[in-house]
């Protein structure tokens, strides 16, 4: 799993473009963000995380994705449908759709919800503390969304978001971030060198 991870929360399809031809690997869309069609054709609909994952890839011409997460656990919470919910992503992830699987926004309560009835414990949670360490005891990756915010540049070999994105490698967490400029990708990508 790339370390650097880009949101792209509206028309994606030049900040794809430009992502990929400078080497990032790790895209983050999601349905809420309602930019899969900028991606690809073919909108469609479903209900159950099966239909649902299946209408995204639909939407993003694809036969499976790297990681799919359940964006806010709230609306399964006050259903007490959590668990249904990721037993339907432990489904797409035997099935294939969906090489890894993961939570956003999940709480602590939340997590153990999941890792009391799931049979798979998820690749990612994109939160921030207090769960970091409840979550790397249980094996699941930590993503950071805007980790490395404000983004100024001082005139000096290592800039702001560079020490930011790389204080947030070294706690061993996958930086999220957007940019439609080049130049940012390229200084996301130089913070893995930046010295310790």
Not at 131 to 147: D, M, T
Request: hydrophobic share 40%; net charge negative; glycine share 8%.
């Amino acid at each position: 799993m790339s370390k650097i991870r880009f949101t792209l929360n509206t028309d994606a399809a030049n900040l794809v473009r430009v992502a990929i031809e400078n080497g990032i690997t790790h895209l983050d869309g999601a349905q809420m963000y309602n930019n899969e069609d900028t991606l690809a054709q073919n909108p469609c609909s479903g209900e159950t995380v099966k239909e649902s994952l299946k209408a995204s890839l639909a939407r993003l011409g694809l036969d499976y994705i790297d990681l799919f997460l359940i964006h806010d656990p709230t609306p399964a919470t006050k259903e007490g449908k959590l668990a249904e919910w990721w037993k339907g992503l432990e489904e797409v992830h035997e099935e294939g759709l969906a090489k890894n699987i993961g939570v956003s926004n999940f709480k602590i309560e939340d997590l153990k919800i999941v890792l009391e009835t799931g049979k798979i414990v998820p690749a990612a949670n994109q939160a921030a503390e207090p769960l970091v360490k409840f979550c790397q005891e249980k094996g699941i990756a930590i993503e950071s969304y805007g980790g490395q915010t404000p983004l100024k540049s001082r005139g000096k070999p290592v800039t702001t978001g560079q020490v930011l994105t790389k204080w947030l490698l070294q706690k061993n967490v996958i930086v999220v971030t957007t940019t439609s400029k080049v130049e940012r990708i390229k200084e996301f990508q130089d913070a893995e060198d930046v010295p310790t």
